[in-house]
């Protein structure tokens, strides 16, 4: 029975190594720049869409329209600006974790911060919405400059804070690649 309990405890062993060693291949993450190149083309079409939306709000502000049509625009606006951010922060997190010093920290940083800006716009949306556009176009407007200071607020403090996060690595990374050029 002892010979029997030995095998039993080295066929587990063998297995539990084997077991490691293939997570350990596998769990590895993407390298820095694979991370970085997927990183920032998921962010492309989001820093467009940005641009876009601070050049229509723009327009929208200056042009004449109603109070009603205005608000109508800017929530199209702001709803599709939280809409491409989810979609930029889902593709962010899809790129994984990579390999590399603080990988983890960042990572989560990024999808974090992607997530607060895609509330802040989500925020300012709603904001908008409640206004009431069918009273005096001065204080729909005032509202409107009002939402849309919140909206920067938010946006700042939503951004990234870097300086606990420094990773040669990636930072090498994110220079080197042609994606995030």
Known sequence: MGARRVVST???????????????????????????AEVCTALRP???????????????????????????????????????????RVRVVEAGVPDADQGEQVATGFADSLGAVRDAYGKAE?????????????????GVEAVLATLTDDYQRSALDTSSLDSAELNRAFDEVPECR
């Open 10 to 36: 080295a066929r587990i062993a063998v297995l539990l190594t084997a077991v490691a060693l293939t997570l350990s291949g596998c769990g590895g993450g993407p390298s820095p720049v694979v991370w970085a």
């Open 46 to 88: 989001w820093r467009a869409e940005i641009s876009n939306l601070t050049s229509s709000t723009q327009q929208q502000m200056t042009a004449q329209t109603t109070p009603a049509q205005a608000q109508e625009n800017l929530v199209r606006l702001l709803s599709g600006a939280a809409a491409a951010t989810e979609t930029a």
């Open 126 to 142: 709603e904001g908008i919405a409640e206004l009431d556009a069918t009273g005096p176009a001065d204080s729909f407007y005032d």
